[in-house]
T-cell receptor, first 116, second 123 residues
Framework: AQSVTQLGSHVSVSEGALVLLRCNYS??????LFWYVQYPNQGLQLLLK??????LVKGINGFEAEFKKSETSFHLTKPSAHMRDAAEYFC??????????????FGKGTKLSVIP | NAGVTQTPKFRVLKTGQSMTLLCAQD?????MYWYRQDPGMGLRLIHY???????AKGEVPDGYNVSRLKKQNFLLGLESAAPSQTSVYFC??????????????????????FGPGTRLTVL
């Protein structure tokens, strides 16, 4: 079974400051990990993914995340926050189900506010 | 390509009424999913399908039924709506992608594409 814990349901940063959104996972098998972003009244959009090729993963809009197996973490960072980054961010882990389908298990989300 | 589309975008029901939510994808994906999103709960999987004519239960299937008669469509039905089913419903579709690990081995994973959501209120 897999699970995801996102620390902090709401994070506020000043424009231009570092963004750090925390994600820890639990998985009995090697995981694949994802970060999704949801802008207000929209669906989820893939930000970046870890599929075991490289531990530091770069995504869209200047975001990146580092897979740390020893810490079971996949934290999302961005060096300088922009107003347009205000959204809700979801970390997700996947593993194969018994039916042969790949399911995603989501964290509860972190809402990022950017203060001008 | 339209990607994943959902119909309707909004709906208000009275307790006990029934309705069907339609999800359509034009990417020829094998897998399709229905999630519900509630504040502070993230996304929870209701039902999913690994191919035409197949469905399976997810984490929170009670009170919902699904059908996948055509590969491109995945229907979510509420037979007798309850206020606890007030939520935002998202459909997603995916396909298997190959990934090469650090050691050079190949594996596969799913990348899910989401629709815009249906906001359902049950009074």
């Amino acid at each position: 079974a897999q699970s995801v814990t996102q620390l902090g349901s709401h994070v506020s940063v000043s424009e231009g400051a570092l963004v750090l959104l925390r994600c820890n996972y639990s998985s009995s098998v090697p995981p694949y990990l994802f970060w999704y972003v949801q802008y207000p009244n929209q669906g989820l959009q893939l930000l970046l993914k870890y599929t075991s090729a490289a531990t530091l993963v770069k995504g869209i809009n200047g975001f990146e995340a580092e897979f740390k197996k020893s810490e079971t973490s996949f934290h999302l960072t961005k060096p300088s926050a922009h107003m347009r980054d205000a959204a809700e961010y979801f970390c997700a882990v996947t593993a194969r189900s018994g039916a042969g389908s790949y399911q995603l298990t989501f964290g509860k989300g972190t809402k990022l506010s950017v203060i001008p | 390509n339209a990607g994943v589309t959902q119909t309707p975008k909004f709906r208000v029901l009275k307790t006990g009424q029934s309705m069907t939510l339609l999800c359509a994808q034009d990417m020829n994906h094998e897998y399709m999913y229905w999630y519900r999103q509630d504040p502070g709960m993230g996304l929870r999987l209701i039902h999913y399908s690994v191919g035409e004519g197949t469905t399976a239960k997810g984490e929170v299937p009670d009170g919902y039924n699904v059908s996948r008669l055509k590969k491109q469509n995945f229907l979510l039905g509420l037979e007798s709506a309850a206020p606890s089913q007030t939520s935002v419903y998202f459909c997603a579709s995916s396909y298997s992608r190959a990934a090469r690990g650090l050691a050079g081995g190949l594996s596969s994973y799913n990348e899910q594409f989401f629709g815009p959501g249906t906001r359902l209120t049950v009074l």
